[in-house]
């Protein structure tokens, strides 16, 4: 991520130029979708969730502080947006884990699928602070020192968390019969 051309496109749209703001937009729907994705489980949620922070980051764009990186302000919004989405979801519905089974798929898609939706399955059903180091680390391929500003704790806390939050995904994998490798 280009820290000089963020600082530029924040600088020209709190001068009021509009375009700038639609290139951060450009440039950073994708990672966030996908991490509103791993931590929401649900297309239109992460949309949702990208969306407002957006919008969240557009009205606060005078608070960033440009000596901070941008990506790290930005992610920290997404990842709030997240956890309001889950905690808002959890509120108006009940959680049943037996509810709906996949729709059959063509024999070749079905072990993938399946596959998929039980990651999914697992990593949801840990606990937010272990779920999003997951995300960040293995899914969008972020340093300890990235994932350690953009959440603002420790690195150490950082390892600590990952390697919790692997033990407790080989622990669910292994009672489900799944293999860990």
């Known amino acids: 991520m280009n820290d000089e051309e963020d600082i530029q496109w924040v600088r020209l749209t709190l001068e009021g130029h509009s375009r700038a703001f639609e290139s951060i937009v450009r440039k950073y729907h994708k990672p966030l979708y996908n991490i509103a994705y791993r931590m929401v489980s649900d297309k239109e949620d992460a949309e949702d969730v990208v969306q407002s922070t957006f919008l969240k980051a557009f009205l606060k764009l005078k608070t960033f502080n440009i000596h901070l990186k941008f ?45 998929l939706e039980k990651f999914q399955t697992a990593l949801a059903a840990l606990s937010f602070d272990l779920r999003i180091v997951i995300v960040l680390n293995h899914f969008m391929f972020m340093s300890y020192q990235d994932i350690s500003q953009i959440l603002d704790i420790p690195e150490t806390t950082v390892k600590s968390r990952l390697f919790t939050a692997r033990q407790a995904l080989k622990n669910i994998f292994s009672k489900k019969g799944m293999d860990t490798k």
């Open 71 to 115: 990506f790290s302000w930005l992610y920290r919004i997404a990842i709030n947006e997240s956890l309001n989405a889950i905690k808002q979801k959890h509120r108006h519905s009940e959680i049943d884990d037996n509810a709906a089974s996949p729709e059959k798929l063509p024999d070749e898609f079905a072990d993938d699928q399946l596959a």
